[in-house]
């Protein structure tokens, strides 16, 4: 099965992307919208995320990443590098960190 969800968080960008056993998850929204999203992947059986990709380092697209990535087993992470010094983007890095996730940054 194959399905394309616009998860909707209001102001702010997450899809999530089912392509058979492939599940992608394109952002993550702001930081109060972890834990819809969780709910949301959750209401699909979601049990594992095999690639998570986050766009650009504002708060409305990574702010709730931090959260997915404690909840689910996340293989591998497409991301550019952070270079903003705020607590959202200390609080991803963390995560990703925390669960020694590989993170491949294609400008590199």
Known sequence: MHNVHFIDVGQADVIFINYGDLDILIDGGN????????SYLESLNTDDIELMVATHPHEDHIGGLDIVIDRFEVEKIIKPALSENTKTCKDFELAISRKNIPVENPAQ
């Open 31 to 38: 930081n109060s919208d972890g834990d819809q999203i969780v």
